[in-house]
């Protein structure tokens, strides 16, 4: 299967500390997002990539979020000093800019229980 | 910023044919989109319209009409396994999505 994979799909940590998580797109595409969803709530866009270049953050990611996508292939979400409210699901998405960019393809989702 | 609403959630008879309305405010705006989340699940893309009108997939329609920023998904011939969440999202500034909450829609036999 070519789809978006991440991982961990569950991660449980203490209030603090730091977590990453990956992401790897469908190989082809270029484009890579990051959004967070909560229960009873549709996803909300935190960034994306084109390639290796992160183009837009949004304000809910606070100076504690850290995105990377070194070599325009996998991606990393790294929460620096884990609150109780950033426990969510973390779900990665792919497109490819030639069809418009609308189109993405999410992957599982990581869950993050912060305690 | 984009404001985006659905009801919240719908029932129908297995069979029957249901329609999820969205309306929506935004600027920038490059198509409407409509995702189906299970339960537990990563949405998963249905369909799209970019310019006004209905587009027919097998038992999925989507209508759009961009003057009165409104937009309906119709699913026919309701099976249990369309049971799900349909998220409406406005795509915008040709670079992201904006999600409603989704419309919670559980078939009953």
């Known amino acids: 299967d070519t789809g978006v994979s991440q991982n961990p799909r569950h991660k449980i940590t203490k209030r603090g500390q730091n977590v990453t998580f990956r992401c790897d797109p469908i190989?082809?595409?270029?484009?890579l997002y990051w959004y967070r969803q909560t229960l009873g709530q549709g996803p909300e866009f935190l960034t994306y990539f084109q390639n290796e270049a992160q183009l837009e953050k949004s304000r809910l990611l606070s100076d504690r979020f850290s995105a990377e996508r070194p070599k325009g292939s996998f991606s990393t979400l790294e929460i620096q000093r884990t609150e109780q409210g950033d426990s969510a699901m973390y779900l990665c998405?792919?497109?490819?800019?030639?069809?418009?960019?609308?189109?993405?393809?999410f992957g599982p989702g990581t869950r993050l229980t912060v305690t | 910023g984009q404001n985006i609403d659905q009801p919240t959630e719908m029932t129908a008879t297995e069979g029957a044919i249901v329609q999820i309305n969205c309306t929506y405010q935004t600027s920038g705006f490059n198509g409407l989109f409509w995702y189906q989340q299970h339960a537990g699940e990563a949405p998963t893309f249905l369909s799209y319209n970019v310019l006004d009108g209905l587009e027919e997939k097998g038992r999925f329609s989507s209508f759009l009409s961009r003057s009165k920023g409104y937009s309906y998904l119709l699913l026919k011939e309701l099976q249990m396994k369309d049971s799900a969440s349909y998220l409406c999202?406005?795509?915008?500034?040709?670079?992201?999505?904006?999600f409603g909450k989704g419309n919670q829609v559980v078939v009953i036999p």
């Open positions: 190989s082809e595409h270029n484009r």
């Open positions: 999202a406005v795509f915008y500034g040709n670079n992201r999505l904006a």
């Open positions: 998405a792919s497109s490819l800019v030639q069809t418009g960019g609308g189109e993405q393809y």
